[in-house]
T-cell receptor
Framework: NAGVMQNPRHLVRRRGQEARLRCSPM?????VYWYRQLPEEGLKFMVY????????ESGMPKERFSAEFPKEGPSILRIQQVVRGDSAAYFC????????????FGPGTRLTVT | GENVEQHPSTLSVQEGDSAVIKCTYS??????FPWYKQELGKGPQLIID?????GEKKDQRIAVTLNKTAKHFSLHITETQPEDSAVYFC??????????FGTGTSLTVIP
């Protein structure tokens, strides 16, 4: 049973470029959450999506960041015009349904902005 | 919003000893409290969780206790082993919603 998959695992971007992070939830899961982890810190919620819907984006920066979870394919977290402060580990989690409590995390994408 | 505090930030124990990590939360509406173990370079792995209608839950060497009145919950690891060394995170949520994480505890088990 495949777990949550994220790619790429490591991503290096120059300032001003775009970063696209992908997340495939566990089989049968239709709820996806994105979290960001800065060095030596805990995980901070960014956005919660269901298929074709953004449910809660209260943790997303107002500019440059966007997320989607299309009907087909993985969820995408997109960061435009990256800056050095965007360097972090980005984790995706999935859950079975909205009444399901457990969230299962992927291995993360480590973004480095040079 | 919810605020989760976690202590200690680092913990060293001798192999075979017990380790205890404590968390407090602020929102009385929170009703689900998972614990995650994160090894270097990996994603958080759910190790145990507890819901607000339960005061204690145990799974082999790991146990979690919850005090709703005081709004705190704790992770207990008994008979620690070197492979228990990792960063442990507590979290709180209202179920089906975002998790609020503590800042993590780096546990080192000394052989």
């Amino acid at each position: 049973n495949a777990g949550v998959m994220q790619n790429p695992r490591h991503l290096v971007r120059r300032r001003g470029q775009e970063a696209r992070l992908r997340c495939s939830p566990m089989k049968g899961h239709s709820h996806v959450y994105w979290y960001r982890q800065l060095p030596e810190e805990g995980l901070k919620f960014m956005v919660y999506l269901q298929k074709e819907n953004i449910i809660d984006e209260s943790g997303m920066p107002k500019e440059r960041f966007s997320a989607e979870f299309p009907k087909e394919g993985p969820s995408i977290l997109r960061i435009q015009q990256v800056v050095r402060g965007d360097s972090a580990a980005y984790f995706c989690a999935s859950s079975l349904r909205d009444s399901s409590y457990e969230q299962y995390f992927g291995p993360g994408t480590r973004l480095t902005v040079t | 919003g919810e605020n989760v505090e976690q202590h200690p930030s680092t913990l060293s124990v001798q192999e075979g000893d017990s380790a205890v990590i404590k968390c407090t939360y602020s929102d009385s509406a929170s009703n689900y409290f998972p614990w995650y173990k994160q090894e270097l370079g990996k994603g958080p792995q759910l190790i145990i969780d507890i819901r607000s209608n339960v005061g204690e839950k145990k799974d082999q060497r790991i146990a979690v206790t919850l005090n709703k009145t005081a709004k705190h919950f704790s992770l207990h690891i008994t008979e620690t082993q070197p492979e228990d060394s990792a960063v442990y995170f507590c979290a709180a949520s209202q179920g089906g919603n975002q998790f609020y994480f503590g800042t993590g505890t780096s546990l080192t088990v000394i052989p």
